[in-house]
């Protein structure tokens, strides 16, 4: 059901800082391949449209959809590993032709939030939370997607699939008994799974996956040659960036190609080049104020769905920037996850204007007090 188009409420800040960054990505986009940049314009165009009617779209309507939309995102990442896009020994991508793919796992991160949601906020208006059934189906309903999601194999999406949502659980009530408890097992296990993975006949992870959580352990053994010209990028924008610096000459990292698929999870590293550090903060602002809107809807909203969302969006704006900006400056193992709004890439792009059009109709219907 669409409601009434009024725009009581409308969290304009929120949809212009939305759609500021989103053409200032096709901005960056320019410098690191031009041959992109008409296609994300487009992109960013079809995601404004999409986050303005989807905001006029009560968000409980969505909601009540949401076992179908679980079950239809099982079967998307399901038909992708049987019949999908082979690229680099992954299967991540239907092709719809020769030059535009649909990647499943990106939407999955928006219909996971929106399944999460209603089943915590259904459990604590019935106070199950804390029980260990609630518990046990929330990690049934997260484990199916996520294990499809890593067969694919796609370890960084996974990963940041399971901190929003378990995030999530923990902003629902769960006790702090349980999370000890958890805390206490997942400890040793990560400790063995470290050491595990560093055998030479382990059959967790794929090799490219071991080194790089390698060459993040033992950097001066490991060296990632990719992340290192990353590095090397973003130091030689210094403070003002090779754009606005007049006494430049010569070629850049990105003009070198020292860097590759730089349009999409190393875009970071063109925005620290041609910017400089004076423009990467700006950015990093930016996507923290739209990470504090969302945070302020979830405050705002008007029942526990509404919240959980919101939380769940602002998790997934968070997480996924840190991820990717740690990863551009060596902070964090080299994995291959866009930038929110910026990063070169349809699915990502359309995935998060669906998100964010959910959460500006949360920030339409407020508390009342």
Same mark, same amino acid.
């Given at each position: ?6 725009? @009581?409420? +409308? ?13 200032? =990505? ?20 079809? =995601? ?18 949401? $076992?179908?939309?679980?079950? %239809?995102? *099982? ?33 999955? @991160?928006? *219909? ?23 518990? *046990? ?5 997260? =484990? ?30 769960? /006790? ?16 063995? %799974? ?8 382990? @059959? ?6 071991? &080194? ?56 970071? /590293?063109?925005? !620290? &080049? ?29 029942? /526990? ?29 080299? $994995? ?6 910026? /990063? +070169? !890439? ?12 959910? *959460? ?7 508390? @009342?007090?």
């Amino acid at each position: 059901m669409i409601g009434k188009l009024s725009l @009581k409420n +409308y969290n304009y800040i929120l949809f212009a800082t939305i759609s500021a960054i989103m053409f200032f =990505g096709v901005y960056i986009i320019n410098f690191a391949d031009s041959s992109y940049t008409n296609k994300q314009l487009i992109g960013v165009i079809a =995601g404004i449209l999409i986050m303005i009617i989807v905001s006029f779209i009560d968000y409980h309507v969505i909601c009540n959809f949401h $076992t179908l939309l679980y079950m %239809f995102n *099982i079967v998307l990442l399901i038909a992708v590993l049987v019949g999908g896009k082979s690229v680099g020994g992954a299967k991540r991508w239907f092709a719809v032709n020769d030059s535009l793919t649909i990647q499943p796992s990106e939407l999955s @991160k928006i *219909i996971l939030i929106v399944f999460m949601a209603t089943f915590l906020a259904n459990e604590m208006e019935q106070e199950r939370i804390n029980r260990p059934l609630t518990v *046990i189906k929330f990690a049934v309903y997260l =484990g199916i997607p996520c294990a499809l999601i890593f067969l694919q194999p796609d370890l960084s999406t996974t990963l940041s699939i399971v901190f929003v949502l378990v995030t999530m659980l923990y902003i629902s009530g769960i /006790s702090y008994k349980f999370i000890i408890t958890v805390l206490l097992f997942l400890v040793p296990i990560a400790s063995i %799974f470290l050491w595990y993975v560093q055998q030479p006949n382990q @059959k967790l992870l794929y090799e490219h996956q071991i &080194e790089r959580i390698m060459s993040f352990l033992y950097p001066a053994e490991y060296v990632d040659e990719q992340q290192s010209n990353s590095v090397m990028a973003i130091g030689s924008g210094r403070l003002h960036g090779k754009e606005f610096d007049k006494d430049f000459k010569g070629s850049t990292v990105t003009e070198a190609n020292l860097v590759s698929e730089q349009q999409t999870d190393f875009i970071f /590293s063109v925005i !620290g &080049e041609e910017l400089g550090f004076r423009g990467s903060v700006i950015v990093i602002a930016i996507i923290l104020l739209i990470v504090l809107q969302c945070i302020r809807v979830a405050r705002r909203a008007r029942d /526990s769905l509404g919240m959980l969302l919101a939380s769940g969006m602002a998790c997934l704006v968070g997480y996924q920037s840190f991820i990717n900006i740690g990863v551009a400056t060596a902070v964090l193992p080299n $994995t291959g996850l866009p930038l929110p709004f910026i /990063s +070169y !890439g349809l699915s990502s792009l359309i995935s998060i204007s669906l998100g964010m059009g959910i *959460i500006l109709n949360v920030s339409k219907q407020v508390k @009342k007090y």
